[in-house]
């Protein structure tokens, strides 16, 4: 205790102004829905009181006649007193986040102080930004992410908080680009494509390494090249090409 007290009697007036700062926030605006239960709440000077909290931490440095004792125990109970507040400021259940403007940040449900469910964020403008749920609060199921144009340009799927299935990436036309297949958050594939939307290149992949045999096709679906990969190292074979003249040439192969 007496190497944790000079500790105590430097932070004291820090956690004395944290004290404040909790008994100011613990009186949480909330607004009910007149066409539910559910707690909307607004999220208002959060951003505010942890810089405030920041910028006390870095310059405070007052002293009080606390003895040692009670400087080190104010400091634990002041900790605990300001997480416990930061909890308790989002309810249980439906949640609505706001920025400056006024406009929706957020929206979805709460559990204990964190996400978990169906949730929504947005951009400051209004548009929707990304959108999935959450079970025992890790990402699962499809989540989407929009553009600033409010056009999908990425999904991704989860389970249990881990990448399982697909990721993929879309253009502005809402065209796919890019494709990778993952398994419990390790890559197993990824499937690149011209801008048309049809296939380009599909790679294997290894514990997070190029590894196997892939292919690369031309704009009408035929294979062109075998893509054989060691340890990220390629070796290239060309196969099904034509000449200027639009006649088989090299080494051809059925599929």
């Excluded at 680009?177 to 398994?183: A, G």
């Excluded at 290239?236 to 006649?247: E, M, Q």
Aim: hydrophobic share 35%.
């Amino acid at each position: 205790l007496q190497r944790l007290s000079p500790y105590a009697i430097k932070h004291i007036g820090k956690i004395i102004q944290l004290f404040k700062i909790w008994i100011s926030r613990i009186n949480v605006r909330r607004k009910f829905s007149k066409r539910s239960e559910e707690a909307n709440y607004k999220n208002v000077g959060n951003q505010r009181t942890l810089r405030f909290v920041i910028k006390i931490l870095k310059n405070s440095n007052r002293n009080n006649n606390f003895t040692l004792h009670g400087r080190f125990f104010s400091t634990i109970t002041a900790m605990f007193c300001l997480q416990f507040s930061l909890i308790a400021q989002v309810p249980n259940g439906y949640n609505e986040f706001k920025y400056d403007n006024g406009k929706t940040s957020s929206e979805g449900f709460m559990e204990n102080g964190r996400p978990n469910g169906y949730w929504k964020t947005y951009y400051e403008s209004g548009k929707l930004k990304s959108e999935g749920n959450r079970v025992n609060y890790k990402l699962d199921s499809l989540w989407k992410f929009f553009s600033v144009h409010g056009v999908v340009n990425l999904e991704i799927s989860y389970q249990n908080g881990l990448k399982h299935g697909f990721r993929k990436f879309y253009n502005n036309d809402l065209i796919l680009v890019k494709k990778e297949e993952f398994l419990r958050d390790t890559l197993q594939y990824v499937f690149d494509y011209f801008q048309s939307g049809q296939l380009q290149f599909e790679t294997p992949y290894v514990d997070g390494i190029k590894n196997g045999i892939g292919f690369e096709y031309d704009t009408s679906g035929l294979k062109i090249s075998v893509l054989k990969y060691q340890n990220g190292n390629l070796k290239n074979s060309a196969i099904n090409r034509k000449d200027k003249l639009g006649r088989k040439s090299g080494k051809w192969i059925d599929f």
